[in-house]
């Protein structure tokens, strides 16, 4: 196996999972050379000019070992945990201390330290530890993935939660692929910027259930819950606090209009419109 100062100048966290191996693909079919950060090599996947490198978040000595010779890094937020934080800032770190020039980062739509969504918060230190480490970095702030939308509704086809009327901007997380592959392909214009990524509506889940019914065959409604009988409907899971909160602050930050607002970005970013809904709904799996 190569050293890693002489593998490629590109590195992608992420490949194994769905943004990251959305991202990857693209950069690979526009023959891009790319260093794939994995937890597993087994699971990276098989692209021409891609190499595969072991590198866990939250492990700041391996992680510096495998960013040797970095340039340019998109660094996927890591799965969600209770530690999740702690794994971003010794990753962050690590990347400073290896030299690595240019973060582009996914964070979330509002990200702030008061925000609604637990996980917002987070991605507001994160964004906060890369501009401390003067790195130069670009910030995809992404709205709720359309793509999870499917998944709320439980197997009765109720998605229940405490988002009143509150709307979202939904993004379809092949958008954020694809505004990614921009940013990556020309990352000098796009230093210190941070965009918002989102969808072409705004929805009430009310709204997007109708669509779901529409668009699946499968009758979906919404019903909306209080806050307490949100924490109620989900204590059977045997979940921790922290993503108990982090489940029912999605729906709060709906209700709370942290999530609404549209976003020129995406079309601004790659010359195409957002996908809607509706779309997402008759495209094929990627």
């Known amino acids: 196996m190569a050293a890693p100062a002489d593998l490629p100048e590109l590195a992608v966290t992420g490949s194994t999972g769905g943004l990251g191996g959305m991202l990857s693909r693209q950069l690979a079919t526009s023959g891009f050379a790319q260093r794939l950060l994995v937890r597993d090599p087994a699971r990276a996947p098989e692209l021409a000019g891609a190499s595969a490198v072991v590198c866990p978040y939250g492990d ?22 209770e530690d999740r934080l702690q794994q971003h800032y010794a990753f962050v770190d690590a990347a400073a201390d290896a030299g690595v020039q240019h973060v582009v980062y996914t964070s979330f739509y509002g990200a702030a ?3 609604t969504f637990t996980l917002a918060r987070d991605h507001y230190a994160t964004e906060e530890r ?15 993935y359309l793509d999870f939308l499917p998944l709320m509704a439980g197997e009765d086809g109720v998605i229940r939660g405490p988002a009143g009327d509150g709307v979202f901007s939904g993004v379809a997380r092949e958008d ?20 918002n990524l989102t969808g072409p509506e705004e929805l009430t889940m009310a709204q997007a259930a109708r669509v779901l019914s529409d668009g699946t ?16 409907s989900r ?50 799996v990627l």
């Open 60 to 81: 700041g000595a391996a992680s510096r070992q495998a960013l040797d010779g970095v340039k340019l890094l998109f660094m996927v937020s890591a799965a969600e945990a």
């Open 113 to 115: 330290p008061d925000a």
């Open 130 to 144: 890369i501009k401390a480490s003067g790195m130069d970095f670009t910030f995809l702030r992404d709205n709720f």
């Open 176 to 195: 954020v692929a694809r505004s990614a592959h921009a940013v990556l392909r020309d990352p000098a214009i796009h230093k210190g910027m941070t965009y």
């Open 217 to 232: 065959g499968r009758t979906v409604s919404y019903h909306p819950e209080t806050v307490e009988e949100a924490y109620a």
């Open 235 to 284: 204590a059977s899971y045997g979940a921790p606090q922290w993503q108990l909160d982090a489940w029912v602050s999605t729906y709060t930050a709906m209700a709370a209009g942290e999530m609404a607002g549209l976003s020129p970005d995406v079309h601004g970013l790659t010359g195409q419109d957002p996908i809607s809904l509706a779309e997402f709904l008759t495209r094929p």
